[in-house]
């Protein structure tokens, strides 16, 4: 093969483009048409595979690094490190067609592989990667064969190619416009696919024209509960801000209208609830500050909302859990699952299914259209997005997702608190400066605040009002701030009167402790 070697990368990268979007079509195809039965497009399956195996090292410094960008790091990763894969096999075929060709196989396997590790695979499924990747070795022989052999370029009719002499510009251009070509369709054939498999389009028109019922209870977020300092977090976290961790490389779309929760296991009575069921249950608001296991000290994966929802114990009344059973592991559409204890579910703290969020249909990145808010758990034991699934059983005998993968397996939330203002590294001016922050300890609620500039004494902070023990609670203390540099340090204590754990210690395996700390300069 004559082909220079940029050219031949480019073949192979146009070939891995074909492999994607074709792949992609296919899959969309599927799963619109309700065939799939776990994740029939492979770059999604190889995603949720390699997050399934990562190490909690990895994991952790990936959300601290990228936080709610996380999963679009990794596929950015996965396209990187494809195209490097496939522009290597392109440049191999111009001396080892043959090997290229295995090598394209193999990437294929890997890719079935992944996809036949996905919770609810079935045969079908492998349909898409093996279609896919017999078109992308069909057009990968395909060039090789269209790039014509070597032979001397003719002075008067051919000139050569700097640095490459012995190839004849004529003979790479019908290559490599080729190669431009179907890297357009692959990318192409990409966005289609994954257009026809979400339906979010549908979805996203579906959820506008959601109205949610009104409730009997509104609830109200007092001027009291915010201490309105510059600079500090807004008692209500404003949607578009609120903090994104979950399994879901792909977000899910899913139909109100096909939309089913099941409740089975250890029940006296099996319960499947329909969305306009759901609604037409009798609602209530709930204001809970949601917190992600994987916050590190002084972290911001932690925010406070007004849900909407129907609270679960009573949908797990109509079901009629047995004697024996001690937990509950909910279930989402994209197969993530959550073991919560059955006791949070019943004991008339606000655990709801819910539909709504600060007033409005859920956002579809947080679950539309119904996950689960349990205050005082970890979002990783509780907060199941997208939820479909209910099952009763016990801690002996199910675990959710990450309790295997070396996380506790129950999740109650630790004492925590922060310091928002000023922020490490800031410079303030000598003088009288609101230190502010929140403090949380959902479902224990915050007694008390104290703060203390470097090794100096603990001083009391201003709490400012506690609508409810599963909200956290904004707090400023006015520290009069001399020239120089400072270390301030915040801690809290909770409703039951214990003082937040001064140990460091990491998010694994049942969240982060420690006091906060900021540095700062003051001119």
């Known amino acids: 093969m004559t082909t220079s070697r940029p050219a031949a990368a480019l073949t192979g990268l146009a070939c891995g483009a074909l492999v994607a979007g074709a792949s992609a079509l296919v899959a969309g195809l599927l799963e619109r048409l309700g065939l799939d039965g776990g994740e029939p497009f492979p770059v999604v399956a190889v995603g949720d595979a390699f997050v399934d195996v990562t190490p909690d090292w990895l994991r952790e410094n990936a959300i601290q690094t ?3 960008h996380d999963k679009t790091a990794l596929f950015i990763g996965i396209a990187v490190v494809l195209a490097v894969l496939c522009a290597l096999l392109g440049i191999l075929a111009r001396s080892r067609v043959a090997a290229a060709l295995l090598g394209f196989a193999v990437l294929g396997a890997v890719g079935l592989a992944a996809v036949l590790t996905r919770p609810d695979a079935t045969p079908l499924d492998v349909a898409p990667t093996v279609i896919a990747t017999l078109i992308g070795m069909f057009a990968l022989r395909a060039l090789h064969r269209a790039a014509p052999a070597g032979r001397t370029p003719s002075p008067a009719t051919d000139r050569p190619v700097t640095g490459d002499p012995g190839v004849p510009l004529p003979a790479r251009r019908p290559v490599v416009g080729w190669g431009v070509a179907l890297v357009a369709l692959g990318l192409l054939g990409t966005w289609l696919g994954r257009g026809i498999a979400t339906g979010s389009e549908q979805v996203r028109r579906v959820r506008r024209s959601v109205r949610l019922p009104g409730v009997a209870d509104p609830v109200r977020v007092p001027e009291a509960a915010q201490v309105h300092v510059p600079g500090a977090t807004p008692f209500i976290v404003p949607t578009d801000r609120f903090y994104r961790v979950d399994t879901a490389l792909v977000v899910p779309q899913v139909d109100p209208a096909t939309w089913r929760l099941r409740v089975h296991g250890m029940v006296e009575r099996e ?3 329909t969305w306009t069921e759901l609604l037409d249950k009798p609602l209530q608001e709930a204001m809970v500050t949601l917190t992600c296991v ?9 925010g406070n909302a007004v849900w909407t929802g129907w609270p679960v114990r009573e949908l797990l009344a109509l079901a009629g859990p047995r ?5 509950v592991l909910s279930r989402s559409v994209d197969g993530f699952t959550a073991g919560t204890p059955l006791s949070t579910l019943t004991d008339g703290r606000n655990a709801l299914v819910a539909v709504g969020m600060d007033g409005e249909p859920l956002p579809i990145e947080h679950g539309f259209p119904a996950r689960l808010v349990v205050p005082g758990l970890y979002g990783y034991v509780s907060a199941t997005k997208w939820v479909t699934d209910l099952k009763v059983t016990t801690f002996a005998r199910d675990e959710g997702y990450w309790t295997p993968r070396g996380w506790s397996a129950r999740g109650p939330i630790k004492t925590a608190s922060r310091i928002d203002v000023p922020r490490s590294g800031s410079v303030v001016r000598a003088g009288t400066v609101a230190v502010a922050g929140v403090a949380w300890a959902q479902h224990r609620g915050i007694s008390s605040v104290e703060v203390r500039a470097d090794d100096g004494p603990w001083r ?4 400012a009002a506690q609508p409810t023990v599963d909200a956290w609670r904004e707090w400023v203390l006015r520290w009069e701030a001399t020239r120089g540099h400072h270390t301030l340090t915040v801690r809290a204590t909770d409703g039951a009167g214990d003082l937040q754990a001064k140990a460091f210690a990491p998010p694994v395996p049942n969240g982060s ?5 900021v540095s700062v300069r003051v001119d």
């Open 66 to 68: 990228f936080g709610g």
């Open 271 to 273: 319960v499947t609830l």
């Open 294 to 302: 994987s916050n590190e000290v002084g972290g911001d994966l932690a």
């Open 323 to 327: 004697p024996g059973a001690d937990m």
């Open 460 to 463: 009391q902070a201003r709490l």
């Open 513 to 517: 402790s420690g006091w906060h700390t």
